[in-house]
């Protein structure tokens, strides 16, 4: 990979670290000034719609800080292995240096969002959520355009010399999945306590907290954000119980199809679960790329089967 863009790469890391660095110093720097309960969540009116114990403001560094050891695992594989996919050297090296840019727009768009929310908790003042929507719109635009140039990287450098083997891809594929599953638990844990958004009924043993679900505009039962992680396994395991009796059947494009499927609802519902816990809206535009992603792997399965054909 050409130098200069592993010490842009670098630069770029490093700037995102030191934001979140930043941000976590200064609100050590206004413990003392705050209340033992400070407002964690603000509504699109710019009001505290959560109170909780100001041990939660370390939150923002928390879960930013398990995404920045993400990355910097995902970078460390990029530079050192092979993608193993069926492309020649030259696109290989293209490959992985849009990869690793990507990357870096992704990271900086969680750690920007991480930071304001650290810094919004710190001055307990509402969060510039109309400029963070204008950064978040250009960076989305920006991973957009990296993916599309990645799939126009496989298309024009594709070559039939190099194929990453069939089972490790399977395996891959059911890996990612299954640990997206697992990351919406850890999620789920560590909201839990902090949802419940009636404080009134607290005394009450058979209540179980309430949380503003964005979408209908009103706070509910807080056992209803376990549905996209519950939906989530029972997919994965329909998808795992075809794809085994497939396998066992030789039909490659149904395993294959399966692969592609457990990878898109896993990315899918780990985000809706992120934007629920967070009560945030489930947007249509996320809704319509999921079924996007379905309809292209459903056409390249029915593509793959008239290849078999003929």
Request: include cysteine; glycine fraction near 8%; aromatic fraction near 12%.
């Amino acid at each position: 990979m050409n130098k200069t863009v592993q010490w842009i790469h670098r630069i770029w890391f490093w700037a995102d670290v030191l934001l979140i660095l930043a941000s976590l110093v200064y609100y050590l720097i206004r413990w003392g000034s705050l209340p033992e309960e400070v407002g964690m969540h603000f509504s699109a009116d710019g009001n505290f719609d959560v109170v909780a114990s100001k041990f939660y403001g370390f939150y923002p560094h928390i879960i930013s800080g398990l995404i920045i050891g993400g990355i910097a695992v995902a970078d460390h594989l990029i530079l050192t292995k092979q993608t193993g996919m069926r492309i020649d050297e030259a696109g290989e090296r293209l490959f992985k240096t849009e990869l690793l840019l990507t990357l870096d727009v992704f990271l900086t768009q969680w750690c920007v969002f991480f930071a304001q929310w650290s810094w919004s908790v710190s001055m307990q003042v509402p969060m510039d959520r109309k400029g963070f929507g204008v950064f978040d719109i250009v960076n989305t635009s920006l991973l957009l355009i990296g993916v599309f140039c990645m799939n126009l990287t496989c298309i024009r450098h594709r070559t039939e010399k190099k194929r990453m083997d069939t089972n490790v891809r399977h395996r891959l594929c059911r890996l990612v999945a299954w640990l997206l599953a697992a990351g919406n638990i850890g999620i789920l844990a560590e909201v839990w306590e902090r949802l419940p958004g009636d404080e009134a009924l607290y005394g009450n043993p058979d209540y179980m907290g309430l949380a503003y679900f964005a979408n209908v505009g009103a706070y509910l039962d807080k056992r209803w954000i376990l549905a996209p992680e519950i939906v989530l396994i029972v997919m994965l395991l329909i998808l795992e119980i075809i794809g085994v009796r497939a396998g066992k059947a030789q039909k490659s494009a149904l395993v294959s199809l399966t692969d592609k499927l457990k990878v898109i609802c896993g990315l899918m519902f780990f985000w809706w679960e992120i934007m629920i816990c967070s009560e945030e809206k489930i947007g249509v535009i996320s809704v319509c790329f999921f079924l996007g992603a379905c309809a292209v792997a459903f056409v390249l399965y029915v593509l793959a089967l008239k290849r078999q054909k003929t």
